[in-house]
């Protein structure tokens, strides 16, 4: 009989080569993303989100805490959304053209120069996130990519790339997790202005008429 893996043995070295990649991950480029998405809320541009599989559910929870975290209370909202919600729309895009087409097909209808496109893939092959990228950058629309590995052809096609320094799909998206949080939490709290951080936005909800108690700010 093969002996079991040891289990603490497989925890440990898994915990130590994603904090080694969230160590690595390049501030600089993730600052960028937030200087470009600074600007597109204060343009009132329109951000998509998309990815596949572990990336859709980023590209969800990011557009959640943009739209919602960052936004609650606040005189500038983002104009946010993930290109993995619909999914009516996904699986006829899917079943009547490609599944190259689902997020392609979606920026057509909504897209116009100027706005953001964020697209997250581990391989950065994804054969739907490029269609979107490649259409994106040529109706003037600003790209970004999150990818690891080699980066793929991701980190060719988009303007702005965010790479996570792992050849492990799990780290990758446990890093690419991080940055949207880093993002999202950098909008609801490290923001300057009156007070900084919670201060601001508990003050800004107050003018809103909204609880600033934490319980009534989030539940999940």
Same mark, same amino acid.
């Given at each position: 009989?093969?002996?079991?893996?040891?289990?603490?043995?497989?925890?440990?070295?898994?915990?130590?080569?994603?904090?080694?990649?969230?160590?690595?991950?390049?501030?600089?480029?993730?600052?960028? =993303?937030?200087? %470009?998405?600074?600007? /597109? $809320?204060?343009?009132?541009?329109?951000?998509?989100?998309? @990815?596949? +599989?572990? &990336?859709?559910?980023?590209?969800?929870?990011?557009?959640?805490?943009?739209?919602?975290?960052?936004?609650?209370?606040?005189?500038?909202?983002?104009?946010?959304?993930?290109?993995?919600?619909?999914?009516?729309?996904?699986?006829?895009?899917?079943?009547?053209?490609?599944?190259?087409?689902?997020? =392609?097909?979606? %920026?057509?209808?909504? /897209? $116009?120069?100027?706005?953001?496109?964020?697209?997250?893939? @581990?391989? +950065?092959? &994804?054969?739907?996130?490029?269609?979107?990228?490649?259409?994106?950058?040529?109706?003037?629309?600003?790209?970004?990519?999150?990818?690891?590995?080699?980066?793929?052809?991701?980190?060719?096609?988009?303007?702005?790339?965010?790479?996570?320094?792992?050849?492990?799909?799990?780290?990758?998206?446990?890093?690419?997790?991080?940055?949207?949080?880093?993002?999202?939490?950098?909008?609801?709290?490290?923001?300057? @202005?009156? +007070?900084?951080?919670?201060?601001?936005?508990?003050?800004?909800?107050?003018?809103?008429?909204?609880?600033?108690?934490?319980?009534?700010?989030?539940?999940?």
């Amino acid at each position: 009989m093969t002996e079991p893996a040891d289990v603490t043995a497989f925890l440990r070295q898994y915990t130590h080569d994603t904090i080694a990649a969230v160590d690595r991950l390049p501030l600089g480029q993730v600052r960028r =993303v937030v200087e %470009l998405l600074s600007e /597109a $809320r204060s343009l009132g541009r329109q951000i998509f989100i998309c @990815g596949n +599989g572990g &990336s859709a559910a980023t590209a969800s929870h990011f557009a959640n805490d943009l739209g919602k975290g960052a936004s609650l209370g606040r005189s500038e909202r983002f104009r946010v959304m993930s290109l993995t919600d619909n999914i009516p729309w996904i699986t006829s895009l899917a079943n009547d053209l490609d599944y190259s087409q689902i997020f =392609v097909e979606q %920026l057509k209808n909504f /897209a $116009r120069p100027g706005d953001l496109v964020l697209a997250f893939s @581990g391989s +950065g092959n &994804s054969p739907n996130v490029i269609e979107a990228i490649r259409w994106a950058r040529g109706h003037g629309l600003v790209t970004m990519g999150f990818t690891g590995r080699a980066g793929g052809r991701l980190a060719k096609e988009a303007e702005i790339v965010v790479q996570v320094d792992s050849d492990h799909m799990g780290v990758i998206e446990d890093g690419h997790f991080v940055i949207q949080h880093l993002i999202g939490y950098y909008f609801m709290n490290g923001e300057s @202005g009156r +007070g900084g951080g919670r201060e601001r936005a508990d003050d800004e909800k107050e003018e809103a008429g909204l609880s600033t108690k934490p319980d009534k700010e989030c539940r999940r």
